[in-house]
């Protein structure tokens, strides 16, 4: 036998491919392999930014006497979770159900069958914290598997049928209202962090789609509060040390409340989501910080994840080499006072480090610093001669694979970004992203338009798309033809959310990650809770009610409708983990509005009416522009021009109002929210 990484796409199973653990990739051949020598399968799932994952590699995987025993008593499969989201999601499922907590590494021990029966995440060498060692959990797992096989295989059978009975019954339950909006919204309130900002305790993670819809129900309501919450936590977000302060950019999360130190990794989907984050607050409030971070993120995620095909890479590493010649989190990033009058010299060392919050005691380890911005804005001049600095030290690593979700979303958020602050060149890459999806991830040849999950160098990886994929590809789609102003990506966005009508919708409109006719698992995954990016189920409910709106379809509007029920369930109870839906709940509330902008090629009047509907706060709404009377776009059709000018015509609820040909009469049309009729 021999490790079968080697052949991998995976950046994260690329990285295992020299262990001397004899590992499969999740194949059919790896269980067949472990009915035929009647052992147990050792599942673990990781992926290539995970700073523990990488610690229990190197601890036990790389450890000849572990892997030996590891050969011996089990067939090993290693997974990355974010080429295979649907494994993931059901072994977490159950380590969740087992253990009351989950988390990367995660480690699964289960029969041919694919039944688990026992669980955990990272495991140390050694026995400590109340942990037993890795070896231990070897050596338990095998002998319950020679010693108690009946009662292993109770439990394992009891689990998945466990797991195969839980259904969510929230599809078709009704739209959400008003009411529960409200209920989400004081929700949100009792779990703010008023000293600190953010939503909860330590870790802290950015609320990027819960931020979406409190800038979506103030633009609908009026409410000041929602504003109030999304504006302060994104001023303390962009001060704090989750983001870079010479990079831009945003971390994973925060390691503690007070938004200081981060977990160092820079994820694509974090970073698109909060772009477009910040750009949206900039377009309810002209903030002036929203639109540095808006821009420094997005020249971030084109800077360092833009891949040689035109798409973004999944993500930088959390860890990255030391001086030293060593290895550490967040070495790349840290700065003591020393190093900055380094690089700076005495006088602007000492600035920048009370500028930036660098003690002597530091703020991270072995008296290093996070950079921070507690108050006021950095010299531009210092920030680009640290920037310059930094450029020099041993970069963190890039996770190169092409995850098509991820790209939907940053294809969203460049083209939106491009669009408000008269970037091109960002719009531009925006359409090279899009390019890229439809060239290698949309598959035209068999029944309807099918997606590859991954690619990596311009090659299409072997798995096929989720949920997820055909929402957020289908919502970058609809971003950038709204911005473009080509009616090909409104095409494209509608063959996908085919799709997503005819194989990912179970009864009353519920919605599950996989299609109906993908590998089937212990259980089929669903899920509409939002964790790091939207839920599939959320983002199809957005992407359906859009193209709906601009296309006048029936069938996508109900289907959006059906989905949103499971808002209605979950917003008032749980609205920090399902805010995405709630975003489109506010859309659906607000009509959505239907903007058809109508010019002439080149026309002045056109590219400002253009600018200002795309400005428009009103939530959710369908902007298309182009010729008049076009056939580009469905809302452009018997849309003439007024008087031989430019003209804007805004439809909601089956009601339109007066065409007009004033950019700031538009402007009100689209940012009068129900409080004002």
Known sequence: MANRLAQATS?????????????????????????????????????????????????????????????????????????????????????????????????????????????????????????????????????????????????????????????LAFGGAGVPGEDELAQALLGLTRDYDERYKGFGGAPKFPPSMVLEFLLRHHARTGAEGALEMAADTCEAMARGGVYDQLGGG????????????????????????????????????????????????????????????????????????????????????????????????????????????????????????????????????????????????????????????????????????????????????????????????????????????????????PHAGVLEDYADVAEGFLALAAVGGEGAWLEFAGFLLDIVIDRFTGEGGALYDTAHDAEQLIRRPQDPTDNAAPSGWSAAAGALLLYAAHTGSQAHRTAAEGALGVVKALGPRAPRFIGWGLAAAEALLDGPREVAVVGTAGDPAARELHLTALLGTAPGAAVAVGEPDGEEFPLLRNRPLINGSSAAYVCRGFVCDSPTTDASELARKLSDSDRNG
């Open 11 to 167: 950046p994260y199973l690329l990285q295992h491919a020299a262990n001397p653990v004899d590992w499969w990739q999740w194949e059919p051949g790896a269980f067949e392999e472990a009915r035929r020598r009647n052992v147990p399968v050792f599942l673990s799932v990781g992926y290539s930014s995970c700073h523990w994952c990488h610690v229990l590699a190197h601890e036990s995987f790389e450890d000849t006497e572990t892997a030996a025993y590891m050969n011996e008593h089990f067939v090993n499969i290693k997974v990355d979770r974010e080429e295979r989201p649907d494994v993931d999601a059901v072994y977490m499922e159950a380590v969740q159900a087992a253990t009351g907590q989950g988390g990367w590494p995660m480690s699964v021990f289960m029969n041919a069958d694919g039944e688990p029966f026992y669980f955990g995440t990272y495991f140390p060498p050694e026995p400590r914290h109340g942990m037993p060692s890795f070896r231990q959990v070897l050596e338990g797992v095998g002998a319950a598997w020679t010693d108690r096989r009946e009662e292993v295989g109770e439990v394992a059978r009891r689990i998945a049928s466990d797991l195969a009975g839980r259904s």
């Open 250 to 461: 945003f971390a994973r999360y925060s390691v503690d409340r007070e938004w200081v130190v981060p977990h160092f990794e820079k994820m694509l989907y974090d970073n698109a989501l909060l772009c477009r984050v910040y750009a949206h607050l900039w377009r309810s409030t002209g903030s002036d910080l929203a639109k540095r971070v808006a821009l420094e993120t997005a020249d971030f995620m084109v800077r360092e994840l833009r891949t040689a095909e035109g798409g973004y890479a999944s993500a930088l590493d959390a860890d990255s080499d030391t001086p030293d010649g060593g290895h550490a989190e967040g070495a790349f990033y840290v700065w003591t006072p020393a190093q900055l009058r380094e690089v700076l010299g005495d006088e602007d060392g000492t600035r920048a480090a009370a500028v930036f919050g660098v003690t002597e005691e530091g703020t991270f380890e072995e008296g290093a610093s996070v950079l921070r911005l507690p108050r006021g804005e950095a010299d531009s001049g210092i920030r680009e001669r640290l920037l310059a600095a930094r450029e020099q030290r041993p970069r963190p690593g890039r996770d190169d694979k092409i995850v098509a979700a991820w790209n939907g979303l940053a294809i969203a958020a460049l083209a939106e970004t491009g669009a408000y602050f008269d970037r091109p060149d960002l719009v531009e890459r925006a359409t090279e992203a899009a390019d890229l999806l439809v060239r290698v991830h949309m598959d035209f040849s068999a029944g309807g338009v099918r997606l590859a999950r991954t690619s990596k160098d311009g090659e299409a990886g």
